[in-house]
């Protein structure tokens, strides 16, 4: 053994420290990860992220459809188009009356 290799006690003893802090702290950071707090508060976030982005989609595919709708039934310059509104408007219509005179039945 060389010079160069033999170690004090005080050189083993501040290594010793050192090692001893370092697994200290692993252990911390491990026992925060699976505390069931934290467990619920990751899977909270990624539901929560999972969530706005599917609200998110549907926001756009539901603005895209009324946009859709819209230009059927308005022209460029906004003005309606009265030859789509009005045979829109009576299917609606229709389908309400439907809908009142079959609950109508149900309820006698």
């Known amino acids: 053994m ?3 290799d033999v170690r004090t006690p005080a050189q083993i003893e501040a290594d010793i420290k050192r090692r001893r802090d370092q697994l200290a702290e ?6 925060v990860r699976v505390h069931p707090k934290t467990i619920v508060g990751d899977a909270k976030a990624k539901v929560a992220a999972s969530v706005d982005n599917s609200l998110g989609r549907a926001y756009v595919g539901v603005n895209r459809f009324v946009s ?5 039934l308005v022209t460029e310059e906004g003005a309606p188009r009265i030859e789509r509104i009005v045979p ?3 299917v609606a ?8 005179v ?6 006698s």
């Open 102 to 107: 079959g609950s109508r039945r149900r309820s």
């Open 68 to 72: 859709d709708v819209k230009g059927q």
């Open 93 to 100: 219509v229709g389908l309400v009356g439907l809908l009142v």
């Open 88 to 90: 829109v408007a009576l």
């Open 2 to 4: 060389s010079d160069a």
């Open 26 to 31: 692993t252990l911390d950071e491990i026992g």
